[in-house]
């Protein structure tokens, strides 16, 4: 029975998400770039010098009435924005891949869904990428709350107002409550359901 307070909990678990993403996550265009598959640079330069010689020849054919220059300008946006859009469909391949997505589904909702919704749903919803644990260093989903290697706690909570802090934080920034401490508190310890429990 889908509740409302699933629905809630729901809601709450995406924010959470898009927070951890934002604070985890620093955007490096060179970075990202670099995931872009390679064929698709290639294809996107051939784009732009065929469209070059695309632009001399049909001014030749044109009898040289337009000027030249608008030729050449109309074939580099044409095939700038052309090689664009593939190498951004790549990307979105390749990252879906990696964050543990379907990439088919989502390469193709990127393309196929009209007016660009398909990439801004895209990039809002994408799933944060895996991190590794900083107790043990096993890959782990940004969804789990405990490392399934070590059970290091990776959501801990401040022991004193019970909100949810960050991994690398000293101090809570809510309270100010120390939590050197607290957070290497085995989970065992951990009698169960605070503030932060997971959702299962
Ligand atoms: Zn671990
Ligand atoms: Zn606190």
Redesign the pocket.
């Known amino acids: 029975m889908a509740s409302m307070a699933d629905e809630k909990q729901l809601v709450k678990e995406g924010v959470r998400l898009a927070r951890w993403r934002m604070a985890h996550e620093k955007f490096s265009f060179a970075d990202e770039f670099r995931i872009v598959p390679r064929s698709l640079k290639i294809v996107a330069i051939s784009l732009f010098l065929v469209g070059q010689i695309a632009a001399q020849i049909a001014y030749f054919c044109d009898r040289k009435e337009d000027p030249l220059i608008a030729f050449v300008a109309a074939a580099a946006l044409a095939s700038l924005v052309l090689g664009f859009l593939l190498m951004l469909f790549g990307y979105i391949n390749r990252d879906a891949k990696r964050r543990g997505m379907n990439s088919t589904l989502w390469t193709l909702l990127a393309i196929f869904v009209p007016y660009a919704i398909g990439l801004v749903i895209y990039f809002l919803m994408r799933e944060p990428l895996p991190y590794n644990?900083p107790?043990?260093?096993?890959v782990?989903n940004a969804r789990f709350n405990y490392?399934p290697?070590?059970?290091?706690n990776l959501r801990p909570s401040c022991p004193q107002c019970k909100r949810e802090v960050r991994l690398e934080d000293k101090f809570c920034p809510y309270c100010a409550q120390e939590l050197t401490s607290t957070h290497n508190t085995s989970p065992e310890k951990d009698p169960g359901p605070t503030a932060s429990s997971p959702a299962q």
Not at 135 to 138: A, I, N
Not at 149 to 152: A, S, V
């Open positions: 644990c107790e043990c260093g096993t782990v490392c290697e070590c059970k290091r």
